[in-house]
């Protein structure tokens, strides 16, 4: 074993914040701090400085996973008892230490009061117990996500977990329990994944952020506009793009139109164009319906002389009990005057899980109706439409829910952070490409990885809790089904995958899974993470295919000259 205090690695390229590579350098580990140093000064003894030749690697920081619910055999919403919680979590922090995962968020999916109230104190205490151990990926903090999630995007989550936020943030105090809620220092990160469609929860969005938590939106059904309150109050980040949340349309964009937002703009900017896709103000409303839904499945049936689309909205702001209506109305389409049951849609397809989309029609008239508003049609036209008194209620009763004009008026709306699962079974390769090009600064790789994890479990069925997933074919799904179960994906698999699927340096997609993360998260994350003198010395090693070696805290995990 080595005795000396400082290391000199010589001999390589820095991937820096950017993504370019730096000229051939060198980095300096003061071994007793665990910390990047500058060079020691001439006094320092040269046998005190142990010198290793990179051969021309690149090195990046240790890569960071926000969203793991597990690996390596070990489920982390899972608790027995503390002796045992505390020996997985050991060897699941080893385990992901090898791989380049040098500090991750544990992720506890939807859980019973009672569980969260056993294991969040638990996770508060382990970084002091555990990170200081060689060879073991730092606990940052948390990531709860759930349970107020939308019922209708629910994944994997068991259903009777589910709950709302009717009360406010008492009802996040009895679910997690106040002393879990409040401000920490910076040092230890809570992220929160909820839906802004679910009762209560963009009201209390501001509070959490004020305690200091990072606010995810994610496994929602919400509208365009509701997401985009959601952003304004103060979330700042999506969590697994794509997945758990209505496909992309171009009238009704939904969560992933946030990526369309402009780099920075005020809320009344960020709203305006928003405002203009309300189904009141573009679409006529024609006094003659056909039997045909309100809502229909993407992608939109376009054949408008065959079915002519009623954009009335029901009264009824209720989608299950307990949850708000899933995007602008009730699922249900008008016939004879009545909302019924919308078990069937056109052409015979099935309800699917999406909620559909309003059909928002042009504002031509339509063929088979001659009686209109024409105050809609005025509007998407280019003039101007008042709106109805159940329409400006429903605009005031929205407006509650978001940050006061003095704050918006001070506050500047950025686009969100977005992680995404790069193994191309959750998202299509071209997805992937698709969001990081989007916004590449936003883009964050996570694992979302399940105590499935392991490269020596075999393919086949596999118990967990109270049912069984199926291993096949680098995924897992529930038994018998095809709902993702979350994932089996390798972090450092995964930036090789968005360089392959994008078309990027590979030096710019591990910036995805180091740099980007460190500052979504912010705090002492963001100043510590990096290669810069007093950051952390947690240390990737990568040639232009493949991960070559790992140091944990100014310690080498592994190496591969």
């Known amino acids: 074993m080595s005795t000396e205090r400082y290391i000199q690695l010589t001999n390589l390229h820095l991937i820096l914040p950017s993504g370019d590579l730096s000229p051939l350098s060198s980095l300096y580990i003061d071994t007793a701090t665990g910390l990047i140093c500058s060079a020691p000064s001439s006094s320092v003894a040269i046998d005190n400085i142990q010198t290793i030749d990179l051969k021309g690697h690149w090195v990046s920081p240790g890569m960071i996973d926000i969203q793991i619910n597990g690996a390596f055999g070990v489920d982390l919403s899972e608790y027995t008892n503390e002796q045992e919680y505390v020996d997985g979590f050991r060897e699941m922090a080893r385990g992901l230490c090898r791989i380049g995962v040098t500090g991750f968020l544990p992720t506890i999916i939807s859980q019973t009061p009672e569980k969260y109230h056993l294991i969040l104190p638990l996770l508060h205490r382990l970084p002091t117990r555990l990170n200081s151990e060689d060879g073991l990926s730092r606990s940052l903090g948390w990531h709860l996500e759930g349970p107020f999630i939308h019922p209708k995007k629910l994944g994997c989550h068991p259903l009777a977990s589910l709950t709302t936020a009717s009360e406010g943030m008492t009802s996040l105090n009895d679910i997690y329990r106040e002393a879990n809620l409040v401000k920490e220092d910076d040092g230890f990160v809570k992220v929160v994944t909820v839906a802004p469609d679910v ?58 139109g946030l990526l369309g937002l402009s780099l920075a703009s005020s809320p009344s900017q960020a709203t305006d164009g928003n405002m203009a896709q309300r189904v009141f103000s573009t679409a006529p409303t024609p006094t003659v319906r056909s039997k045909a839904p309100t809502r229909v499945p993407s992608p939109i049936i376009e054949d408008q002389e065959k079915h002519a689309v009623a954009n009335e909205q029901s009264t009824d702001d209720t989608c299950l009990d307990g949850f708000e209506a899933c995007a602008f109305g009730k ?18 397809q099935s309800e699917d899980d999406t909620c559909g989309y309003v059909y928002v029609q042009s504002g031509r008239k339509p063929n088979n109706s001659t009686d209109h508003d024409e105050s809609s049609v005025k509007a998407n036209l280019g003039g101007t439409r008042t709106p109805s008194e159940d329409e400006a209620a429903s605009d005031e009763s929205a407006g509650d829910s978001t940050r006061s004009g003095a704050q918006q008026d001070n506050q500047i709306i950025r686009r969100p952070y977005f992680s995404i699962i790069a193994d191309g079974i959750h998202v299509h390769l071209q997805a992937v490409s698709m969001a990081y090009n989007a916004h590449p600064d936003g883009c964050i790789l996570v694992s979302d990885a399940m105590h499935m994890l392991d490269h020596s479990l075999s393919d086949g069925l596999h118990p967990w809790r109270d049912q069984l997933i199926e291993k096949r074919d680098g995924g ?50 963001e100043r510590m993470v990096g290669l810069e003198v007093g950051c952390w010395a947690d240390l990737c090693i990568w040639d232009a295919g493949a991960l070559k070696g790992v140091w944990k805290g100014g310690k080498e995990v592994w190496y591969q000259g």
């Not at 929860?201 to 985009?228: C, F, M, Q, Y």
């Not at 699922?331 to 015979?348: F, K, P, R």
């Not at 910036?511 to 460190?518: E, S």
Request: overall charge negative; proline content about 6%; some cysteine.
């Open 476 to 525: 897992i799904t529930l038994a018998g089904t095809d709902t993702l179960a979350g994932s089996i994906l390798p972090l450092p698999q995964a930036v090789l995958n968005l360089a392959r699927f994008s078309g990027v340096c590979l030096s710019k997609a591990v910036i995805c899974a180091t740099y980007t993360p460190a500052k979504a998260l912010g705090g002492q994350v």
């Open 199 to 256: 009762e209560g929860i963009l009201d209390v969005i501001p509070e959490l952020v004020d305690r200091g938590w990072k606010v995810s939106l994610g496994h929602t059904n919400a509208s365009t506009e509701r997401a985009l309150r959601g952003v304004i109050n103060g979330a700042t980040l999506l969590t697994h793009l794509f997945n758990a949340m209505p496909p992309l349309h171009h009238r009704e964009p939904g969560v992933i």
């Open 331 to 348: 699922i249900g389409y008008e016939a004879n005057g009545t909302l019924q049951s919308n078990v069937e849609y056109l052409d015979g």
